[in-house]
């Protein structure tokens, strides 16, 4: 079983950028593909970015491509996720999850449809977002 831990969430104001981190341990970090979600409250949970560890592929919802970065860092065992131009619909709690292999997501045609919570094994405890002037 692999234990994930979230942090760098903060207040920040609209336009702004987080750095937010996935420590991973309990397993070998290179099998596995990281996710982060988030859950607005009242809104169902969403995944918004992936990466592959082994191969660097990444993935991104259409809401965040070009504003957000998924990242891994390898000899320190965590996934990191840049948001760039925070916007107050970002406000939400962020969770990173795992999955065995690669990334799990559904297609719509060529593009990415959904990265999809029923794909992901292990879970954070989430580290909160709020994006307020």
């Known amino acids: 079983e692999v234990q994930l831990v979230e942090s760098g969430g903060a207040l920040v104001q609209p336009g702004g950028s987080l750095r937010l981190s996935c420590a991973a341990s309990?397993?070998?970090?290179?099998?596995?593909?990281i996710a982060w979600f988030r859950q607005a409250p009242g809104k169902e949970r969403e995944g918004i970015s992936c990466i592959t560890i082994s191969n660097g592929d990444t993935y991104y919802l259409s809401s965040v491509k070009g504003r957000f970065t998924i990242s891994a860092d390898r000899a320190k065992n965590t996934v990191y996720l840049q948001a760039d131009g925070l916007k107050p619909e970002d406000t939400a709690d962020y969770y990173c999850?795992?999955?065995?292999?690669?990334?799990?997501?559904?297609?719509?045609?060529?593009?990415?449809?959904?990265?999809?919570?029923?794909?992901?094994?292990?879970w954070g405890q989430g580290t909160q977002v709020t994006v307020s002037a």
């Open positions: 309990g397993a070998t970090f290179d099998d596995y593909a």
């Open positions: 999850a795992d999955t065995i292999n690669r990334c799990a997501w559904v297609s719509e045609g060529r593009r990415l449809r959904q990265i999809p919570a029923w794909g992901y094994e292990d």
